[in-house]
């Protein structure tokens, strides 16, 4: 902890952190299991906390993610900020919040955050209040804590948003990756089935999508191309029309 007059623990503001990734044909989302002294019921939640009094947003969402699940040293976009005045009406929300904090009562808004990586590539850790944090798919999702599914939700329409003129879909993938592969990752952000031929020649005609000379290996299939990202020839924009 860093030695300051003002390093305590702002009651009003929090941040919580929507983590996606891709595994094989699904889009997870970590969440945590958080778990009071005393108590054997646990809850879901995205990660999140409140802030210090000391600290920025952006260092304050890391900080929260890296406290709660271990993985750090990733990109996190802020996307919204939620602050309605009802939004913790739950008895369970109520209870946990007067079992953890010293202002339970305290009127919070949260700034949100969301990045998308790869999972293979983060091994979660959970500590402080975090019984478990898991990588659970977003279709799966049921009942959260406070208004998180709400924040989830949110979370998906923007990278919906984002998909047509942001390169963000590649950071669900490994380095070397298939059409097939990146058009499932399309296909389950937009929650649409897209036409495989008018994908591929939109994809490639971006210019940044390059062919390997590489193709799949072990699989039982006929061994499909292997693709990459080329960051050096994206010129700000996909400048695709919707798929």
């Known amino acids: ?45 995205l990660p999140g ?14 900080r929260v993610l890296m406290e709660l699940t271990g993985i750090s040293d990733i990109y996190l976009q802020q996307f919204h900020t939620f602050g309605d005045p009802g939004r913790i009406t739950k008895k369970q929300d109520i209870e946990w919040l007067k079992a953890v904090r010293a202002h339970p009562e305290a009127r919070v808004i949260t700034v949100a955050y969301f990045s998308l990586i790869r999972i293979d590539e983060y091994e979660p850790t959970p500590s402080a209040f975090a019984k478990n944090a898991i990588w659970v798919p977003v279709d799966e999702v049921k009942s959260l804590v406070f208004d998180h599914n709400e924040i989830l939700n949110k979370a998906l329409v923007d990278v919906q948003q984002k998909l047509y003129h942001q390169p963000i879909a590649f950071k669900l993938l490994p380095e070397k990756f298939t059409l097939a592969q990146l058009q499932r990752v399309y296909e389950i952000i937009l929650q649409t089935e897209l036409d495989k031929r008018n ?45």
């Open 1 to 45: 902890m860093r030695e300051t007059s003002n390093h305590e623990l702002n009651p009003n503001v929090s941040v919580d952190n929507v983590i996606l990734g891709f595994d094989d044909d699904e889009i997870k989302v970590l969440l945590i299991e958080r778990q009071p002294a005393g108590s054997s019921n646990g809850s879901l939640a």
């Open 199 to 243: 994908f591929r020649r939109k994809i490639l005609k971006t210019g940044f999508v390059l062919p390997l000379d590489e193709k799949q290996q072990g699989v039982a299939h006929k061994p499909a191309t292997l693709y990459m990202f080329d960051q050096s020839k994206f010129n700000g924009g996909l400048q695709v029309s919707h798929f």
């Open 49 to 62: 906390n409140l802030i210090y009094d000391d600290e920025t947003l952006d260092q304050a969402a890391k």
